[in-house]
Nanobody
């Protein structure tokens, strides 16, 4: 089992910044990708940013140039630095991690965090 713990959400004024963190723990052999998603009320969950093994990143068009995803491999932690926040960024943000478990079978795992609320006021 792989568990994710998120932190860093909160209330911020438009134009402000927040940094989200997501730490993975448990029986981890290898992490292949780490990502952030968000879901606003009445909307589907959408991918915000992803970083894969090797460091390649990809972003939703709506956050390009404002958000930066990064990871600390030693800590199994992924970050999302959010700058120039807009009211439309208001949502619950979830992290997800995929990889291989440190078991004899090297099973694939895909875990989700519990979500953290980000609210941007105008």
């Amino acid at each position: 089992q792989v568990q994710l713990v998120e932190s860093g959400g909160g209330l911020v004024q438009a134009g402000g910044s927040l940094r989200l963190s997501c730490a993975a723990s448990g029986s981890i052999f290898r992490i292949d990708s780490m990502a952030w998603h968000r879901q606003a009320p009445g909307n589907k969950r959408e991918l915000v940013a992803i970083i894969i093994n090797g460091g390649s990143t990809n972003y939703a068009d709506s956050v390009k140039g404002r958000f930066t995803i990064s990871r600390d491999n030693a800590k199994n932690t992924v970050y999302l630095q959010m700058n120039s926040l807009k009211p439309e960024d208001t949502a619950v943000y979830y992290c997800s991690v995929q990889g291989l478990e440190a078991t004899i079978f090297r099973s694939n795992f895909a875990s989700w965090g519990q979500g953290t609320q980000v609210t941007v006021s105008s």
